[in-house]
């Protein structure tokens, strides 16, 4: 399919590069990968496949930078969608054209995700959780495409005539958060963000040690809160969210809950730090 580009962000991915990869290929999709200084032997894996094309960071940029990259490649080379893609997922050949039919046939769509399962065939913890409130059947009564606030980024098809007016991914995020930002964003332009209820990617996710996890709850939490901050869909009452995250420490602290009180704790100093930047966003954009 000529109209989309797939693009990969890759980092240390030896372990998934081949059936991400593999997956594109099958659907005769233009394959771009960005790489972010693996040192996994990713790069050796990469530069043999002569049919795809390859950037190379010398420095881990993270997420946002990388998808900003794919978005600039997209515009330069005319493209008219990206499919931007987790380098741990894979899928079958015909999920792109199902995508690329939600969006075309329904009026209005700027992001279309399929269902994302885990590798047991489960709907995966956290797709379940973000859009728990809206059902999402696979005998969706709604038709093959149903409206969401938001789906992580593990998979989106965008369409690329949209993002003079939405924008492309915040640089004030890095590997968290640049997302949801961009779904508020995608609404605020009014557009709507859909589901493929017929399509299915597999995302595989590597498991996190009790050290790590507290590292990625707290870098979540942090950048969660910013993306909220920022939300051009809502007033936010900044000085009730810092009170709110102070109350949120004492209850802790009281329940001897001393990891909640860490997050807590790190996420009201991290806004703080942050709270410059957060006001000259909000005085650059207008809110509905």
Known sequence: MSKILAGIISYNGINFLNDCIGSCLKSNLNVLVVDNNSNDGSINFLTKIESIKLIKNQVNYGFTYSANQLLNFATLNKFEYLLLLNQDTSFDEKMPEMLLNSIENNKGFAIVSPIHKNELGKLE???????????IDLESKFGDTIEVPFVNAACWLIDMKKISEIGIFNPIFNNYGGDLNFCHRTI??????????????????EDFDYQKSIIKTIKTNNTYNLALLINPLENVNITGKFFSLFKNMVKSFIKLNFKSVLIFTITFFYLMYMLKDVLKLRKTMKFI
């Open 125 to 135: 913890y956290q797709f379940e959780l973000n859009c728990m409130n809206f059902k």
């Open 188 to 205: 605020f332009s009014g557009y709507k963000i859909g589901i493929n209820t017929k399509s299915c990617i597999i995302h595989k996710k």
